[in-house]
């Protein structure tokens, strides 16, 4: 497994944007896919954007493909979810995730590593 930290929550008002860090240790990050997932009050985890492990594929929910961007920077074992155009609706906590394997997924079932969370709060 790898231990992961993420930052970069807080309010923002819609429209605004975010850059959420991932930061990863314990495991060679580069090896493994990793993914963002969220949840909100009374729902479900929900995946939000996966990449596989060198960064070339990558995978987009469809509520939020075009606004946000998933990167990793494997030598600094950071991963980052770039959200602009934020809407009331992305209210949640989000988690960082770490696959099993090198590939792009997207089932809570693949992933075995977890953060903390950061919550994300979007005002109308």
């Known amino acids: 497994q790898v231990q992961l930290v993420e930052s970069g929550g807080g309010l923002v008002q819609a429209g605004g944007s975010l850059r959420l860090p991932c930061i990863a240790s314990?495991?060679?990050?580069?090896?493994?896919?990793m993914g963002w997932f969220r949840q909100a009050p009374g729902k479900e985890r929900e995946v939000v954007a996966g990449?596989?492990?060198?960064?070339?594929?990558?995978y987009y929910a469809d509520s939020v493909r075009g606004r946000f961007t998933i990167s990793r920077d494997n030598d600094q074992s950071t991963l980052y979810l770039q959200m602009n155009s934020l809407k009331p609706e992305d209210t949640a906590v989000y988690y960082c995730?770490?696959?099993?394997?090198?590939?792009?997924?997207?089932?809570?079932?693949?992933?075995?590593?977890w953060g903390q969370g950061t919550q994300v709060t979007v005002s109308s």
């Open positions: 995730a770490g696959a099993r394997g090198s590939f792009m997924v997207t089932r809570i079932s693949e992933f075995d590593s």
């Open positions: 314990g495991r060679s990050f580069s090896r493994y896919g």
């Open positions: 990449v596989n492990w060198n960064g070339g594929t990558k």
